[in-house]
């Protein structure tokens, strides 16, 4: 059963999906979404593994962080701290609504490190199932960047010129990613992203998954793994698979929900 | 086999792993037009540019991003090459 919810997060509605199993169910999955327009790409592959999940006797939250989707909360007035107490609310609400069952936290990219840092403040966690987590924050504003200088070089040799709204709020240090304001703010709360650095406390069950064209673990992510030394079971598997969280087209993800929920109910 | 043209097989082998691509790496031209060729967009570009940047050790910088510079193999192979000058690598 699928249901809409509303919970109060210091005084922001946010809204999102409870994935309620039909049997009794054996843990609560909050999921935490990848940031801005990457949340659009990869929405329906959120959306399997939530249903998996659900299937394989898991309740799951799905919800917009303020700012986002069709919770209240403006995305200009947002930084990743308050996406962080967005989530510990999350948490506390499937955790009221199922006191008794162990509770866990999975995310996308951005999505991934909001969970990982939040697993970090609330040591009762169970699960952390990260899928191609952001492990250097102040990269990924680098890599933003880079990406928007190549859309808009695409556009304007297409001869449709300058991208509306490319240049706007630059003046005061934002940046328009895909149309989304980033704010100093908010590219200072992503900078503090820095999951390499640890030791982590998290004591659960770390799965992260890696989604590239190769099988190869790059670097960063092995050494970010090698922070969780307290993790009671901690795996890394790489998934070829194209990057979901940018693709215009919707890709099949079949492989990587597959390769999740074979870890998750081992 | 010489710098360049080793170069540039490395970065046929990146181009195809990265964006998927239906080809074997040595059927793509040095002079290929990536975009035209290959139907290439800017979510593939951009892996490129991830490609570049970890597994070829440069750093772009904004007037890097040239249709120019991305045109094809021989393009991308001197960008690299005038990068790993610049860095004296």
Redesign the interface.
Known sequence: METQVEFDSEGTVLRGMLHVPESAAQGSLVFCAPFAEEEKCSYRPMVDLARACCSAGFRVLRFSYRGCGDSGGEFEASTLDDWMVDTLTALDLVSREAADLAAGLMGLRLGASVAAQVAEVRPDLRWLLLWEPVVDGERFLS?SL??K??????TE?EGEGKAGGQQSGEDDGSMDFDGYLVTQAMQDSVRKVKLHSGPRKFAGDLLVVQIA??ERI?PPLQRMVEQYTAARRCQVIPVIQ??IW???DLVPSDKLVETTMSWLVE | MSETEDLKAKLKEMIV????LKVNPEEIADDDSLMQSYGV???Q???V??GLE?DFGIT?E?ED???EQFANVNSIAALVESKRAALGT
């Open positions: 890599l880079k990406r200088l190549l859309r808009k070089m695409i040799a064209a190769h790059v194209q990057p940018a693709m215009l | 792993e990265r964006l998927f967009d800017s979510v570009l951009f892996e540019v991830v970890e772009l904004d991003f040239s249709l």
